[in-house]
């Protein structure tokens, strides 16, 4: 069996400061790394950002400074943000990095020599803030169709890509690769809205502004977006050169873009892959997006806040948690501080960090910390065991559907089956008679191995609590694939673990 994973996040535009949209796709993309890096895979996670283009260079001369100044900042930032959310990501690329400049200039030159790309004349209407030319039927009211602005009729020498020769190809691979785009409404949208309508070739330079690649044989042309942006995910493997780490990553297993970039990775950068005649990605997942006020967070209209302000409010884990809990992935949900505060107080306070405490309590309490498996079982135990057994079966299931927030909600099913076993076994009622005792210390074994295995699957979603929890539970063997082969007998030197989750006032 193969046991690399390559899963990627889109590569973000640092025209502004990153907000909780842009953390939601790379929480996402890291829970799902660290969930297979835990069951054994090789795992290779990209992130990074998109520099290029008229927005930036625009941005820049805004502030007086050069685009690269520009950007900087913004990317020190991002980095600082991903450290405080513990992205876990291998990789971390930048389209201003020299290597993947020198290597999208031979990729273009490739295709230029091979007949893929050829020069004409652009003629279209383009939206300058979404860098993105549509055509008139795509028009929503005469406007740009993503954002509501103002387009402009553009004219000017381009080379183009020849998309319309990869229709049929495209067609047929949707066809035999049925799970290549999820979810499956993604996937009509783009053969009903796009490919069936047929394409038309890609614009692919830009004369009019210079923030860009050059194309090597013709200097007054900068590579236009798409091209330098979508092979982010092959030059950090080495490609064109076939390097050791393309063979062994390429191709993707996973590419997660929002919906507004679904066509550009499942039409426009398999076309390319085709072109090259390298593999496509095994699956691209379009996901929802989070919405503030019923409205796309933008900074123009100024409706967020930097991410890291509720990190130190709340605590990384919050965060984590609230974006891959709160909306079945791939629908559009709803972000807002108090959104985030009930989820908190609901799940991580009242559910686990609270089931964490009073078991761990009660270990101290009744047995100096030490609690072994004194093995007198009653029927009450079925319940929780049984699902206990069956977690990590369940999540495994549900990672491999990204089914995200699902998978999270098997784990928390658990959590509640143990808050309901000790309502129903009361301890501290068996804990008034001597007799009882070894009874006493079944339940809080059982307690204890449940909240391991939890644990243990929850180090993929919320990592800090879990080594929280692992802290008090004395456990630093949290291997995942033996997570049921390790079965500690025994629960040695029970600490409670300090400040796990605490109730947020709501105002
Ligand atoms: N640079 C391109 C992507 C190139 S990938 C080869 C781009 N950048 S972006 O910064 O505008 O957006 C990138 C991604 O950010 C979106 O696809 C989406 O994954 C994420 N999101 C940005 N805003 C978002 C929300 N409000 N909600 C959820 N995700 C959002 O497009």
Request: glycine share 6%; hydrophobic share 35%; proline share 4%.
């Amino acid at each position: 069996m193969n046991k690399n994973f390559y899963i990627t996040t889109p590569i973000y535009y640092p025209s502004a400061e990153f907000h909780i949209g842009h953390c939601y796709t790379t929480i996402i993309a890291d829970a799902i790394a660290r969930y297979k890096r835990l069951a054994g895979y090789d795992v290779f996670f990209q992130t990074g950002t998109d520099e290029h283009g008229l927005k930036i260079e625009n941005k820049a001369k805004e502030k007086g400074v050069t685009p690269k100044e520009y950007v900087d900042v913004i990317i020190d930032n991002a980095k600082d943000l991903w450290q405080k959310l513990n992205i876990s990501y291998d990789y971390f690329i930048r389209t201003t990095d020299e290597h993947h400049i020198e290597r999208v200039q031979k990729i273009f030159e490739k295709l230029y020599n091979q007949g893929d790309i050829y020069k004409g004349e652009y003629k279209g209407l383009y939206c300058v803030p979404c860098e993105s030319f549509w055509t008139e039927s795509q028009l929503v009211d005469g406007k740009c169709p993503d954002c509501g602005r103002e387009v402009n009729l553009v004219t000017e020498e381009a080379y183009f890509f020849k998309l319309s020769k990869y229709q049929k190809r495209l067609e047929e691979f949707y066809e035999e690769n049925p799970n290549f785009i999820a979810p499956v409404s993604r996937k009509n949208e783009m053969l009903n809205n796009f490919i069936r309508p047929g394409l038309e070739d890609l614009c692919v330079s830009r004369t009019s502004f210079k923030w860009g690649i050059p194309v090597t044989f013709d200097e007054k042309h900068v590579i236009y977006v798409w091209i330098d942006a979508l092979t982010n995910y092959i030059t950090s493997l080495g490609y064109p050169d076939i390097t050791p780490e393309f063979e062994k990553y390429w191709p993707a297993d996973l590419h997660l873009v929002g919906k507004e970039i679904v066509r550009f990775h499942t039409i426009i950068w398999p076309a390319l892959l085709m072109a090259l005649d390298i593999p496509l990605p095994k699956q691209v997942f379009g996901h929802g997006w989070l919405i503030i006020d019923g409205g796309k967070i933008s900074k123009s209209l100024g409706n967020y806040k930097d991410p890291r302000d509720y990190i130190n409010t709340y605590g990384v884990d919050a965060v984590r948690y609230f974006a891959l809990r709160e909306v079945p992935f791939g629908s559009d949900g709803t972000f807002s501080e108090s959104a985030l505060i009930t989820r908190t107080n609901a799940d991580l306070c009242n559910i686990l960090g609270n089931l964490v405490s009073r078991t761990i309590q009660m270990g101290i309490k009744y047995f100096e910390g030490n609690v072994k498996n004194s093995k007198v079982y009653e029927d009450i135990d079925n319940d929780l065991l049984d699902s206990v057994k069956n977690l990590r079966a369940k999540v495994d299931g549900k990672i491999d559907e990204l089914k995200i927030n699902e998978a999270l909600e098997e784990i928390f099913d658990t959590l509640r089956k143990c808050n309901k076993y000790i309502d129903d076994t009361t301890p501290w009622t068996l804990a008034k008679d001597e007799s009882n005792y070894p009874r006493l210390e079944t339940v809080i074994y059982n307690l204890l191995e449940a909240i391991r295995v939890c644990a243990t699957m929850l180090q993929a979603f919320i990592p800090e609590t879990a080594n929280k929890i692992f802290a008090g539970l004395k456990i630093d063997n949290n291997n995942f694939e033996n997570i049921y082969d390790n079965i500690e007998e025994y629960h040695l030197g029970l600490e409670k673990p300090a400040n796990l989750f605490e109730r947020i006032k709501e105002n």
